[in-house]
């Protein structure tokens, strides 16, 4: 699975210390969420993200790393644009900005990981990958 890291997965030696087996896919951009920081980084609603496309399928590792049941942080699931031969989708984690002090807001009523769902089925949000980026 194809996930965009934004934050401390983006540099090998932390993403070897938190999974087993990886590959940098490479550079790729997330149009529709910009980074805010916090305690940890997160995503807000709006602008663009620089980071890296890194594929593992070690998806429940990642999902203990960024605390997804403690509600944390939540996995989301974006359209990947991307040359032949990749997925068609990219997973991405973010951040609750009330458990991380993080100055964002996300539109709408009801649990953070339903504003996440509900903006991203409405906003174009999407991840390009870097052009003339290979596995």
């Not at 210390?17 to 910009?34: M, R, W, Y």
């Not at 594929?55 to 991307?82: F, K, M, N, S, W």
Request: avoid cysteine; glycine fraction near 12%.
């Amino acid at each position: 699975m194809d996930v965009f890291v934004y934050g401390t997965l983006t540099e090998p030696d932390r993403a070897g210390e938190v999974l087993d087996s990886f590959v940098f896919v490479g550079p790729a951009t997330l149009v529709g969420l910009h980074p805010v920081e916090g305690l940890y980084p997160t995503l807000a609603p709006g602008g663009e993200t620089a980071g890296r496309l890194l594929r593992t399928d070690a998806i429940e590792t990642l999902d203990e790393y960024e605390g997804v049941d403690q509600g944390l942080y939540v996995r989301a699931t974006v359209p990947l644009d991307a040359p032949d031969g990749h997925p068609e989708e990219a997973v991405l984690y973010v951040g609750d900005p009330d458990r991380l002090d993080a100055d964002a807001t996300w539109p709408g009523d009801g649990e953070f990981r339903e504003r996440v769902g509900t903006y991203l089925d409405r906003a174009d949000v999407v991840v390009h990958l870097d052009r003339g980026a290979a596995v």
